[in-house]
């Protein structure tokens, strides 16, 4: 029913910026009706929650760790959802995981409320 596929991620240095994208390929519904979200994992860690932007409202929310220096949005004509972080640490060295859910979510934060994910994409902030 979908499949989500992560890109944008590498080596960054401390202060910059990355952007990341994540492509649905979405069968009997349609992206704009999903809850996307994003998590990041680094090694030895909890999946942590990033990101998610609510269906139906667009509203955006942000984890603690990110807030004020991220933008999640998305392009429904695309089926892309896009995280955009800002004045990057290497503490968010992590990968990347893309997520969507399929109901009405008021405070999707945690992994469980996500039925889809995508692989990940590695990013790594050297300082």
């Known amino acids: 029913q979908l499949q989500l596929v992560e890109s944008g991620g590498g080596l960054l240095q401390a202060g910059g910026s990355l952007r990341l994208s994540c492509a649905a390929s979405?069968?009997?519904?349609?992206?704009?009706?999903?809850?996307m979200g994003w998590f990041r994992q680094a090694p030895g860690k909890d999946r942590e929650f990033v990101a998610a932007?609510?269906?139906?409202?667009?509203?955006?929310l942000y984890g603690d760790s990110v807030k004020g220096r991220s933008t999640i949005s998305r392009d429904n004509t695309k089926n892309t959802v896009y995280l955009q972080m800002n004045s990057l640490k290497p503490e968010d060295t992590a990968v990347y995981y893309c997520?969507?859910?399929?109901?009405?979510?008021?405070?999707?934060?945690?992994?469980?409320?996500?039925?889809?994910w995508g692989q990940g994409t590695q990013v790594t902030v050297s300082s």
């Open positions: 932007i609510r269906w139906p409202t667009d509203v955006p």
């Open positions: 997520a969507a859910s399929s109901i009405i979510v008021i405070v999707p934060t945690t992994s469980d409320q996500f039925g889809w």
């Open positions: 979405v069968s009997g519904r349609t992206f704009s009706s999903f809850t």
